[in-house]
Every structure is written in structure tokens, then in C-alpha cells.
């Protein structure tokens, strides 16, 4: 069976700084799909960043970058350059060999940027 | 262009009465998914559909009952609703198995008294 891990319940962050949202995962699949969604405090998911287990380079989208560490089982989101429009629910998510159907998520980071 | 559309957004039962959720997308898109949301937990997956006709159960499907007659649309049910079965309730899409994202509805927060 497959696990999200999210062990940061809360996050604040000063606005324009930097901030790494820590997920780790376990699953005995050698192919797996790692995602960050965002969900705004309107509710709706919003898809923000997806990486492969058998990409090479981290993926990036805009602000934000995957740190994948396949070894440690991690995949961290950082987002650069905070903004107040960042302040939402972010959850992890996985999918084992590839399966959306299969997808799990973690319990979620709530951040919150201050001005 | 709607992309995933979900019906109604709100709504409020008795113990015991039945609902069905509606879920409608224009993408073409093969698979559709039903999850449902928690304080404090991560969306878990109720049922799901790999394509017109099928269905599958997911994580839990407990209560619950689906129908995709038609492609564009998956339907949840609820034929003898109760209090635990307060949540919110997200419909999602995708193209294919994966991998690749899902795009969600809106939510449709269900309370049951």
C-alpha cells in the first residue's frame, strides 16, 4: 500500500521569501507519479506541479520546483518568492505505477504568507 | 470552456433521505473520479470510472453508489444518507490511467443531520 506523508500541519512564511512544503511517500512501486495540488481557501484543487519517478531533473512550473530524492522517498515543494496569493491548503499526491486511479493524497500544509 | 462541473455545490439532508450528486465534464476525457474531503485528512477516493459504463470501487465506497451512462457525465449517490457521510465532495477527471493530472470540480459540501 502507498503513504503521504505531510508532517507539517502549518507554515508561515514572510512575504518574498522562499518556502520548501515537505512530503515524503512510501510505496514498493519502481514507477510512480508525485503531484502538488493547491487548494485555496474557495475550495476548488488546483493542479500546480507533477514529477515521474524516472525523470532525471527535478520538474519546474513558474514558481515552483519539485526537490525529488528518490533515495529519501521525498518530494518537497519549494515555492520561490512567496506571494499573498500563496496563502492555501497544499496537498501531495501520489499515483503507483502511474495509476490515477490509484492516486493518494497526503493530509496537507496549510501556508500561510504574511505581509 | 466548464471543464469539470459539479451539481449542486450545497445541500442538506435528513438521516435517511437519498441524493444524487452530478458530475459533468466537456473534455472528452476518458476516466472521472469521485472523492470525498475531511478536516483534517487528505481527499480518499470513493469510486471511480475508466470509461462509459464501467465503474469501480476505490478506497471508500462504503454507502455510496455510481452510474456513468454517458461519458461526459458520473453520478454519486447517496441512497440512505448519513451523518457520517458529511463532507465535501469532489469530482475529478483525466484524459487516461496516467500519468497525468486530474482536473477537478468545485466541490459540493453535503451535510446530513
Known amino acids: 500500500a502507498q503513504k503521504i506523508t505531510q508532517t507539517q500541519p502549518g507554515m508561515f512564511v514572510q512575504e518574498k521569501e522562499a518556502v520548501t512544503l515537505d512530503c515524503t511517500y512510501d510505496t514498493s512501486d519502481p514507477s510512480y507519479g508525485l503531484f502538488w495540488y493547491k487548494q485555496p481557501s474557495s475550495g476548488e484543487m488546483i493542479f500546480l506541479i507533477y514529477q515521474g519517478s524516472y525523470d532525471q531533473q527535478n520538474a519546474t512550473e513558474g514558481r515552483y520546483s519539485l526537490n525529488f530524492q528518490k533515495a529519501r522517498k521525498s518530494a518537497n515543494l519549494v515555492i520561490s518568492a512567496s506571494q499573498l496569493g500563496d496563502s492555501a491548503m497544499y496537498f501531495c499526491a501520489m499515483s503507483p505505477n502511474f495509476g490515477n486511479e490509484k492516486l493518494t493524497f497526503g493530509t496537507g500544509t496549510r501556508l500561510t504568507i504574511i505581509p | 470552456n466548464a471543464g469539470v462541473t459539479q451539481t449542486p455545490k450545497f445541500r442538506v439532508l435528513k438521516t435517511g433521505q437519498s441524493m444524487t450528486l452530478l458530475c459533468a465534464q466537456d473534455m472528452n476525457h476518458e476516466y472521472m473520479y469521485w472523492y470525498r474531503q475531511d478536516p483534517g485528512m487528505g481527499l480518499r477516493l470513493i469510486h471511480y470510472s475508466v470509461g462509459e459504463g464501467t465503474t469501480a470501487k476505490g478506497e471508500v465506497p462504503d454507502g455510496y453508489n455510481v452510474s456513468r451512462l454517458k461519458k461526459q457525465n458520473f453520478l454519486l449517490g447517496l441512497e440512505s444518507a448519513a451523518p457520517s457521510q458529511t463532507s465535501v465532495y469532489f469530482c475529478?477527471?483525466?484524459?487516461?490511467?496516467?500519468?497525468?493530472?486530474?482536473?477537478f470540480g468545485e466541490g459540493s459540501r453535503l451535510t446530513v443531520l
Open positions: 475529478a477527471s483525466s484524459y487516461g490511467r496516467g500519468p497525468g493530472e486530474l482536473f
